[in-house]
């Protein structure tokens, strides 16, 4: 997350009014903003989807008869909201706008965790917090396409420095990192199965490779060895 949330992230507070919430997406052209307590504790997220409830539901403020569409109220059942849309579309605050909680990660979590994270909850952004839950900064779906710019170089050193040390290319055994196109080729030599396994996991886990093509040999097949067992 690190390498590319955003650090510089408009905030809300929980009594910050509708109004206000609105015009700083708005003006910094985001689609959501964290709402903090005042010691810095992520306490819930705003995003658009939750200020057009107002309209969604306008039937409240102008007699129109109107529900929203049926996939909408199916995925919001699903996400454990359940009709919520109504008690938005009267929120005057932050507070009573949010979606809570947030669904964070930490600054350490892999973008393939963050990415099946957003899949999961259906959201299009993760707050990043730290070890006490205070805003650390926020990932966007677009964001974690920017691991996918990398060139082949730069993928191929960030390989390399994931690998665990004893396994990298020496003079005669070690594993030989190659990358074309986002897609890491891993051939060489281990001591062990599980050394050659560790590192095509590895590399399938960092964000920005496309693919992991493995020609791995190992010395010994130790998954095949049973521990001895005495009486």
Do not use: C
Request: glycine residues 10%.
């Amino acid at each position: 997350m690190r390498d590319v949330m955003t650090t510089h992230v408009a905030s809300v507070r929980p009594d910050t009014p509708f109004k206000d919430v609105a015009e700083l997406l708005v003006r910094r052209g985001v689609s959501a903003v964290p709402v903090l307590e005042e010691d810095g504790r992520v306490a819930g997220v705003v995003s658009e989807a939750d200020l057009l409830r107002k309209e969604e539901f306008r039937e409240q403020y102008y007699g129109e008869d109107y529900r929203p569409r049926l996939r909408a109220r199916l995925r919001r059942r699903l996400a454990g909201r359940g009709e919520d849309g109504q008690e938005k579309a009267g929120a005057a605050t932050a507070a009573e706008l949010m979606s809570a909680p947030a669904v964070t990660v930490g600054p350490d979590t892999s973008t393939v965790t963050a990415a099946q994270l957003m899949d999961e909850h259906g959201v299009k952004r993760l707050v990043v917090v730290d070890g006490e839950g205070r805003l650390i900064g926020v990932v966007s779906r677009r964001d974690l396409l920017k691991a996918y710019v990398r060139d082949d170089a730069e993928l191929r050193r960030w390989v390399e420095e994931a690998i665990p040390e004893q396994a990298r290319w020496n003079d005669r055994t070690g594993i030989v990192v190659q990358v074309q196109d986002g897609i890491v080729t891993l051939s060489g030599y281990t001591s062990t199965r599980t050394e050659a396994t560790a590192a095509v996991h590895v590399a399938k886990g960092l964000g920005g490779v496309v693919g992991v093509r493995e020609g791995l040999v190992w010395e010994r097949d130790d998954r095949l060895e049973l521990p001895l067992i005495w009486d």
